[in-house]
């Protein structure tokens, strides 16, 4: 298993990229492509003293900054270390790839150059949110603002698969977010979506799930459109800061609090991690036709450690596999409908 | 001042309306106007020892269950508590209502029998929401699922009246709901929306706001659609109720969570009072001529006192009246860009 990580991406790179790798090379044994300035690399290494054993080091000039124009990785940053990285895994050097850089630069290079599966209308970034009783995939999470009932369908056909092959959920269940419970509540998109849904009978589709629900995890893949999604996810992560500030109030003001929060102090941190979505790696960018994850942008070694974790499991675990049969069942369901 | 008060909405209808009403009338020296079945209220009263004094009663006897049809307002339940109390407040009765009835039945027969103010495309309901830094009203918050821009302006400039005159906050700050900072993001009703904000000039406009700093308290009115809105408010409830359960479950398990309770419970009350939207009293119906206030369906006898009390500085500020003079101003700026 051949791992190719851009390493330079993300707030911490090259440093973080590198512990990551290192702590993955040695706990699960993965070969790593690693891209970017070789000279900056090496040197980077040598000052903190990590071991580049079981690295190949592929050079590249470039870096592609945050806020480049995505379509710029085709052009201008052709060389980057996020197009090689790309570049590789569409030429089958390496199995998969883990990248901290620009989202939107990694959904057009990835579709471009990786290209996307066969019937897939759109790419999609895919984070994985935790829950009160796990964790969820929620798709799209801002990729695409505007979308049709189809692309939901085909969201939770790769959301499903994700879930079942990584997170080993079985039958995950498959929610569409609505502002009512009733299937004739919502827009013509929820409308449509839930009538596709219940037509191609493949998911375990539970129909909608209200906004308030959500954190509790009645879904395990929760189905909507890139603006609402990126609503749920900002959001999320807005009221969690705002908790986070709340309770260092509470725990680091004061004598009494202090104590408090050496009382509790275990269960406060096992609330932290579980709440942490760095521990599950990063997001992956399903519809590509092979394992892409956009590790956060303020990944840690740690946080890039999980990541190469995750692309190890989806590269094989043969999520891919599984999305392509289930887009051909539906799109087999399709030409009999119509034939009828 | 006199406030109309539906006897029968809500979970804990009618003691918890009842004791509202009392302490209301003690506290701010209001007149109640009491709807609902008479014999029930006045036996209620009497054996909860509840005085009826400054309080007038008159009899409806039906009350719109929660999940009518909002439209059965108008005929199978035009005789309950909550069509008698729009009725007084059309006849000039009184001069605002407070209800904890079904959200649906109450824009349908305020926007019916009470009116929209002229020139107002759609009322809707806009709760008020706590923030980091205080609170904000959420506009819309699921009443119109569907909004075209000309109704977020509208949405903006009664949110910033009612933040300005009842919150007291000086030249509140507007933003749109938006999945990124820029002014090109977003879908068309973004877009669209943004220049009517920018071209009108009449409100404190701050552009976008990303969902992430809502809860921060980035915006004193965050303007919406009714889906989006709905989608806000529904998931800040949700992850208030998942933090509630974790901070419980901190607190309430073993000997050490308990002392640690106790040495930060005066730190956990303030932060949970903080964050309970009942303290600010109910929301407003915006939009409609005359004072409405939707208490939540939850609501006890304090948070009846408070959309009591919201309600008078509803109707004594004039709310309605800046209202309708900003909307005229609109109204003047399109008729001269339109002859120019």
Same mark, same amino acid.
């Given at each position: 298993m051949k791992i190719i990580v851009d390493?330079?991406?993300?707030?911490? %790179?090259?440093?973080?990229?590198? /512990?990551?790798? +290192?702590?993955?090379?040695?706990?699960? *044994?993965?070969?790593?492509?690693?891209? $970017?300035?070789?000279?900056?690399?090496r040197a980077c290494a040598e000052e903190h003293r990590i071991s580049l054993a079981g690295m190949e080091l592929v050079h590249t000039p470039?870096?592609?900054?945050?806020?480049?124009?995505?379509?710029?990785?085709?052009?201008?940053? %052709?060389?980057?270390?996020?197009? /090689?990285?790309? +570049?590789?895994?569409?030429?089958?050097? *390496?199995?998969?790839?883990?990248?901290? $850089?620009?989202?939107?630069?990694?959904?057009?290079?990835?579709?471009?150059?990786?290209?996307?599966?066969?019937?897939?209308?759109?790419?999609?970034?895919?984070?994985?949110?935790?829950?009160?009783?796990?964790?969820?995939?929620?798709m799209d999470a801002g990729a695409n603002v505007e979308c049709r009932p189809e692309m939901l369908l085909q969201f939770g056909v790769m959301g499903s698969a994700y879930m079942?092959?990584?997170?080993?959920?079985k039958q995950p269940r498959v929610a569409v977010v609505n502002i009512g419970a009733e299937e004739t509540k919502g827009r013509e998109l929820e409308l449509g979506a839930h009538a596709l849904f219940r037509q191609s009978g493949i998911l375990n589709f539970t129909g909608n799930i209200e906004p308030r629900y959500i954190p509790r995890g009645d879904a395990d893949v929760v189905i909507t459109d890139g603006f609402t999604g990126n609503v749920v996810l900002k959001l999320t992560e807005g009221l969690g800061k705002m908790i986070g500030n709340a309770l260092k109030d509470i725990f680091m003001d004061g004598f009494a609090g202090k104590i408090a929060g050496l009382l509790v102090l275990k269960k406060v941190k096992a609330f932290k991690k579980k709440m942490d979505y760095t521990?599950?790696?990063?997001?992956?960018?399903?519809?590509?036709?092979?394992?892409?994850?956009?590790?956060?942008?303020?990944?840690?070694?740690?946080?890039f450690k999980n990541a190469i974790r995750q692309a190890r499991d989806f590269a094989e675990r043969d999520v891919i596999g599984q999305i392509t049969d289930s887009l051909a069942k539906i799109k087999e369901q399709n030409t009999q409908t119509k034939a009828e």
């Open positions: 390493g330079f991406g993300g707030d911490n %790179a090259p440093l973080a990229v590198l /512990e990551g790798c +290192r702590m993955a090379a040695d706990e699960y *044994g993965v070969e790593i492509i690693l891209t $970017g300035d070789e000279k900056k690399l470039s870096v592609i900054p945050v806020d480049a124009h995505p379509q710029d990785i085709m052009t201008e940053y %052709a060389d980057s270390s996020m197009a /090689e990285a790309m +570049r590789l895994l569409s030429a089958g050097k *390496g199995d998969a790839v883990v990248c901290a $850089g620009s989202t939107g630069a990694m959904v057009v290079s990835a579709s471009l150059m990786v290209r996307r599966i066969k019937g897939v209308k759109r790419a999609t970034l895919a984070p994985i949110i935790p829950s009160e009783s796990g964790c969820y995939i929620l079942e092959k990584i997170m080993g959920i521990e599950y790696g990063g997001a992956p960018l399903l519809g590509i036709s092979k394992p892409v994850i956009k590790a956060h942008g303020s990944s840690n070694g740690n946080a």
